[in-house]
């Protein structure tokens, strides 16, 4: 087992009380500017904004290598993932004229269209299996798009929600919060980059030069929560290569600087714009606060960007346990802060 992990007892998920929810297949309801009035209004948009700033306050000040718990369900997610990426080595890619998004993808994203809810089922306890036909569609928006053959933020946005769906049935519990992003998160980025770098795949919605990065979001405000009061490293430290190369494994945000500077060529200023300024930034603190703010006002508010959101009933559920008390953006707070004394955006262990 790798450092910094601790094995947990076998959870005793059929102690969970059989949700009563109904299950249906979801359908995209985010389509136009308008439809994002009722997105933003919505309770799964607070739920959703709600988890991701839960994880990013449980990871702050926490290196990869922290010991955490891993819980049954993390093992079989990571197995998951571990599935798809065995997948891309049996799907080479093939001989074609273009440079980009190599046609081997769609024949990858075929198998996983056709095994999703197998997939998933392994994750899911027995007692929820009519969650796994609604869970799955959620999984199969994360690994982007197979007719244009591109992946981004959009999908990176749909892994999340894939993650807080299954906080919302029980499967993952609050003491998994660490284990979601160092374990489960880090393991499916490893598996995206494995993707696009195999089939060349395209940026989906890229700004360009004038962007973040091309691919990911959420791995920049987790990893820089993991930063924040860290006694050596400032924000001025993540564009000196050296300190990239020496810190890259233990922290999120350099892991993802050091992805750009192999995929990229030529001075990290030009091509990375955006990232360089916010080098600038006096403090972790103000960077992680900004970057939230940044994800809030740029990327969910762009249809492109949440349509693998279906707008259906599982992410208007709450969560279980009582565990969400009122709407999470006012628990939460519009600046990237905790949830407040007592409070978590996920279901407490049994």
Same mark, same amino acid.
């Given at each position: ?18 949700? &009563? ?6 359908? #995209?309801?985010?389509? &136009? ?17 709600? %988890? ?9 000040? @926490? #290196? ?19 599935? =798809? ?12 004229p273009s440079r980009f998004g190599n046609k081997a993808y769609r024949t990858w994203y075929a198998k996983l ?12 306890? &027995?007692? =929820? ?34 993650? $807080? $769906?299954? $906080?919302?049935? +029980? ?11 160092? @374990? ?9 980059? #494995? ?42 430290? %993540? ?19 050091? %992805? ?6 030529? *001075? ?11 080098s600038a930034v006096p403090s972790w603190s103000k960077v992680n606060q900004g970057l939230i703010r940044m994800? @809030?006002?740029?990327? =969910? *508010? ?5 349509? *693998? ?12 346990? +009582? ?17 407040? *004394? ?8 049994n």
């Amino acid at each position: 087992m790798a450092e910094g992990q601790q094995r947990s007892q076998p959870d005793s998920s059929e102690d969970i009380p059989p949700a &009563t929810q109904n299950f249906i297949i979801p359908k #995209k309801e985010i389509h &136009t500017v308008p439809d994002m009035g009722k997105w933003k209004r919505s309770q799964a948009y607070a739920d959703y904004i709600g %988890f991701i700033l839960t994880l990013n306050e449980g990871v702050k000040g @926490k #290196k990869l290598s922290f010991e955490y718990r891993v819980s049954e369900a993390i093992e079989k997610l990571v197995a998951l993932l571990n599935t =798809l990426d065995r997948w891309i080595d049996e799907t080479p890619p093939v001989d074609q004229p273009s440079r980009f998004g190599n046609k081997a993808y769609r024949t990858w994203y075929a198998k996983l269209d056709e095994e999703a809810e197998n997939l998933v089922a392994t994750v899911v306890p &027995t007692h =929820l299996a009519a969650a796994v036909p609604e869970v799955a569609v959620y999984l199969k928006e994360s690994v982007g798009n197979s007719t244009r053959i591109d992946y981004g933020t959009g999908h990176e946005a749909a892994f999340a929600a894939f993650l $807080c $769906c299954l $906080c919302k049935i +029980g499967v993952l519990r609050v003491d998994d919060q660490i284990a979601i992003v160092f @374990k489960v998160f880090n393991r499916y980025l490893e598996v995206m980059r #494995k993707l696009q770098k195999t089939y060349r795949m395209e940026p989906a919605g890229s700004q360009g030069v004038w962007g973040l990065d091309d691919f990911q979001f959420l791995p920049f405000i987790w990893g820089s929560s993991q930063l924040i009061d860290h006694p050596c490293l400032e924000p001025r430290h %993540f564009v000196d290569e050296k300190a990239v190369n020496e810190c890259h494994k233990d922290y999120m945000f350099l892991e993802c600087v050091l %992805f750009i500077t192999e995929m990229k060529t030529g *001075p990290f200023a030009e091509h990375s714009n955006q990232l360089w300024n916010i080098s600038a930034v006096p403090s972790w603190s103000k960077v992680n606060q900004g970057l939230i703010r940044m994800y @809030k006002a740029e990327h =969910l *508010p762009d249809p492109e960007e949440v349509g *693998p959101f279906s707008q259906q009933k599982f992410m208007e559920w709450g969560f279980p346990d +009582g565990a969400v008390v009122g709407n999470l953006l006012a628990n939460a707070g519009n600046t990237g802060s905790s949830p407040g *004394p007592g409070r978590s955006h996920m279901p407490q262990s049994n």
